[in-house]
């Protein structure tokens, strides 16, 4: 018993040394990626003997590899203080614009849009606009907190943040419209709450849906045909697509209490089950009781994300967490969103829940930011 007793008493202590920031974020992000293994194995058991030549364990060894990446990459980045991410942010975010552009020209092509970069060597593909989130929203929040006490003129407004959001944006449009309208819906938010003046966002953001609707409807990114039929299936009452039939006959079945551990059905006839509708699958193992934890997950995560805020005086830290935290979070309802038909079928994967490798990483890299901000300063870091 003084063994056992011990023991737990070096881990808490090992715990307490070493995890630092906010443990509700910690305790969430844990449960979740343990939680997701059973749910992708469940979910990814069909397409793994279909394409893996029956070795049905393939995509579960991968997950797992995944979400230890994901949360090793989170303690590393969540031991850095936040305040030196300053250093980086710039080189970040024109990295992501030229990676980006690459893609555009020589990405791999995967469901007719390139947003993938094949690594030599390890075969691994990369999305880079993963990491483009990520760097634009780190960036913006320096160039926000920056001026937040300031104020702003016209040249600095379109040099920096609007030309820096549209640019970003843009390049991820011609190959992912959904991920492009959240992420500059995000950026101006985290601009609102900036204090960047109403009637240049209002401008902005007029012309940038010209545009983007203009692209559309003249057919000139790789997914404009795709956004098009999916905006108008969703208007169209008389129809619903084969994606969103079996959802709903997934969450259907599911009930209350859900069908149990591994038991879903349409998991076999969704496209993916273990990524984009993933949620469908869960609320069928898990019923809506389940669903609803999982909603509740997210919820906490918004609402501690927001109060590390409190941990910094500093205006960059609290742009900082606001904007990964909105970021991480409005990606998880909007998945759900789709999942329960409240919005068209738009790609989007649970962070921290579905199987994907670029996305659970860089959700890894952000959630260690926030957590970075979680600490606070010590007072050797309040003087940079």
């Known amino acids: 018993m003084s063994f056992l ?86 080189l970040a975010v024109w990295s992501s614009i030229l990676l980006l552009i690459f893609t555009m020209f020589f990405g791999r092509s995967v469901n007719d849009a390139a947003r993938w970069i094949e690594i030599p060597i390890i075969g691994q593909r990369f999305q880079p606009s993963e990491w483009a989130k990520v760097a634009l929203i780190a960036h913006l929040s320096l160039i926000l907190a920056r001026h937040i006490k300031g104020g702003w003129n016209t040249r600095e407004l379109f040099m920096e943040p609007l030309a820096l959001v549209g640019v970003v944006c843009g390049l991820i449009f011609t190959s992912n419209v959904s991920t492009a309208v959240m992420l500059a819906g995000i950026c101006f938010l985290l601009m609102f709450v900036g204090k960047v003046p109403l009637h240049y966002l209002l401008f902005t953001a007029l012309g940038l849906v010209f545009f983007a609707t203009i692209a559309i409807l003249l057919n000139s990114t790789q ?68 669903g609803t934890i999982l909603i509740v997950f997210y919820l906490i995560l918004l609402y501690r994300g927001l109060k590390a805020i409190e941990a910094t005086k500093r205006p960059f830290g609290g742009l900082l967490s606001a904007g990964l935290t909105f970021i991480v979070v409005s990606q998880a309802f909007s998945a759900m969103a789709v999942t329960v038909g409240l919005v068209p079928v738009t790609g989007q994967t649970l962070p921290f829940f579905s199987q994907g490798g670029t996305s659970l990483i860089f959700t890894g890299i952000a959630m260690g930011m926030i957590l970075s901000v979680s600490r606070g300063e010590t007072l050797e870091e309040k003087r940079i």
């Not at 069909?46 to 029956?54: I, P, R, T």
């Open 223 to 290: 997914r404009s045909g795709t956004a098009q039929s999916r905006i108008a299936t969703f208007f169209d009452k008389d129809v619903v697509v084969y994606q969103s039939q079996q959802s709903y006959m997934a969450m259907a079945r599911g009930g209350l209490y859900g069908e149990g551990v591994s038991k879903s059905r349409q998991k076999r006839f969704l496209p993916e089950p273990q990524k984009d509708f993933i949620f469908a699958v869960a609320v069928e193992e898990y019923g809506t009781v389940g």
């Open 5 to 90: 007793t011990k023991s737990r008493e070096d881990t808490q202590a090992w715990i307490a040394k070493n995890l630092k920031g906010d443990p509700w974020i910690w305790g969430i992000c844990i449960i979740m990626l343990l939680w997701s293994i059973v749910v992708v194995y469940s979910a990814s058991v069909k397409d793994a003997y279909s394409q893996m030549g029956g070795d049905t364990e393939y995509y579960l060894y991968k997950h797992v590899l995944l979400c230890v990446v994901s949360l090793v990459v989170m303690f590393f980045v969540h031991r850095i203080p936040y305040i030196r991410f300053v250093y980086f942010t710039r």
